[in-house]
């Protein structure tokens, strides 16, 4: 009975998720084609890249479903992360912290390389959201990994047709500075290095848990707290609620994230003690 229940609500999540990545493949593939907006090509390429990536990895090292999409997944991480750095470095460079992060330059600015960065991000999402889909890489009735992209999806898309926000969402994405390293310990666990005493695994939690508390949790209560203290700058409008809806989104996800990720480690050293 319980089994069946968990087959009916994974079908629920299956039918709402595809839906919502239809019609949004279906407003890009329309952006594109009859608005001429040639530029959001750049989504679709993101989209190839991690596809062919897939293909890769699961023709030449594994066809672990997991294994390949872990992969990817840290794959995509560590070329944001590095595209990312790269963009805040020379713009802090070019401008200086005072005006590269003023209301102005966050909502209506665009940074050197933020808007194709993002179409490229946008692209892995619809990617991943895909493939998780396929291979059934999800629990629960409401999967917070789906719901985690859709969020962006919706986000990221809607910044990119109205061309406001994009430095605030490549801001957002420094957090995957510590996907990085949530994907590393996947990958090391699937590959059988599961001893906590090892001084590169020690080295990985040390690294986890300050990307965690650095690149995500706190980077995201500062980007809420600054969309708050700016709200009065901002024109009537979607950006406003779209930006604070996107922002307690992912900081009620990073919540949970925080709590999963000390549950693995506690879960680790336990099993190390019952080895020992």
């Known amino acids: 009975m319980a089994r069946a229940e968990q087959s009916n609500n994974s079908k629920v999540s299956a039918f709402f998720f595809g839906a919502t990545l ?43 479903p997991l294994l390949v999409n872990t992969s990817v ?38 940074w050197y390389g933020a808007y194709w960065a993002l179409c490229f991000s946008c692209g892995y999402f619809a990617y991943d959201q895909l493939d998780m889909l396929l291979y059934r890489l999800y629990s629960g009735f409401i999967p917070a990994i789906l719901l985690h992209h859709l969020i962006l999806l919706v986000c990221f898309t809607l910044a990119l047709y109205k061309d406001v926000t994009i430095n605030y969402l490549i801001l957002s994405l420094v ?28 080295l990985e939690w040390v690294l986890n848990w300050a990307t965690f508390f650095i690149t995500r949790l706190l ?35 990073n919540v949970f994230l925080g709590i999963d990720l000390f549950k693995a480690f506690k879960r680790e050293r336990k099993q190390q003690k019952h080895q020992d």
């Open 73 to 110: 997944s840290l794959l995509h991480s560590s070329l944001t992360s590095a595209s990312v750095v790269f963009i805040l470095v020379n713009q802090w460079i070019i401008k200086g912290p005072r005006e590269m992060f003023s209301h102005e330059e966050l909502v209506t600015g665009t």
């Open 219 to 253: 980077c995201h209560i500062l980007i809420t707290y600054k969309l708050i203290i700016d709200a009065h700058k901002f024109d009537e409008g979607i950006e406003l609620p779209l930006a604070l809806f996107g922002m307690a989104g992912m900081n009620f996800l």
């Open 175 to 202: 957090c995957e500075l510590h996907s990085i390293f949530l994907h590393t310990r996947k990958v090391r666990r699937m590959a059988g290095v599961r001893d906590v005493n090892n001084p590169l695994v020690q």
């Open 22 to 64: 239809f019609l949004w493949a279906a407003s890009i593939a329309f952006e594109i084609a009859v608005n001429g907006r040639r530029h959001l090509t750049v989504v679709a390429v993101g989209v190839l890249f991690f596809q062919t990536a897939n293909f890769v990895i699961r023709r030449f090292i594994s066809k672990d």
